[in-house]
């Protein structure tokens, strides 16, 4: 079914119990904290076990390890990952691409429902400008098709579709799926 194979890495794995910036007063960050896991198993239409979204709409997010290193050479210091308070920091693949595709992940069959838009709270909590700097790539929202295991490290995404554009580039009009 898949026909085309990249490597990529996975640096973090988040999983959070509340949230700490959503439906909170503005400038009132909770203190959730943020669960870093080194391994996590994956159910069939579910979010990550103990996360905040874990049986929402958007179960899971996305963002691109290259966008969070273009972010802090914008803002001229390291940006702490757990800060976006997306679930997975990958690298090595355009997420963008994804919106709208089945795809495997590792052992894991997954679908790439909609861009992960910024929030006007990372300014506040990360520094000024970090939403503008986010827009257009501020993850990817998908969804779990089939049981299995993420682990941080090196594995595989598997596509259809050929993916062609540079992890950082900006989704440039919203991309509805069809």
């Not at 391994?39 to 979204?53: H, N, P, Y």
């Not at 909609?114 to 827009?135: E, F």
């Not at 259809?160 to 950082?168: H, K, M, S, V």
């Amino acid at each position: 079914m898949y026909n085309h194979s990249y490597p990529v890495f996975i640096h973090h794995i988040f999983t959070s119990p509340k949230h700490n910036y959503f439906t909170r007063e503005k400038f009132d960050v909770g203190d959730a904290p943020t669960i870093e896991h080194s391994k996590i198993k994956l159910t069939k239409d579910q979010g990550l076990e103990g996360d905040r979204f874990e049986f929402s709409k958007y179960p899971i997010t996305l963002i691109s390890a290259e966008v969070i290193n273009e972010i802090s050479k914008e803002l001229d210091f390291e940006v702490d990952p757990k800060l976006f308070r997306r679930n997975i920091i990958i690298s090595g693949i355009h997420l963008n691409s994804l919106i709208g595709k089945r795809f495997k992940l590792g052992n894991v069959e997954c679908e790439g429902l909609a861009h992960c838009a910024p929030c006007t709270w990372m300014n506040a909590v990360i520094a000024k400008n970090t939403y503008k700097l986010m827009k257009g790539r501020g993850g990817l929202r998908i969804r779990v098709l089939s049981d299995g295991e993420l682990e941080l490290g090196s594995t595989m995404i598997a596509t259809d579709e050929a993916i062609t554009l540079e992890p950082i580039t900006p989704l440039s009009t919203p991309k509805i799926p069809t």
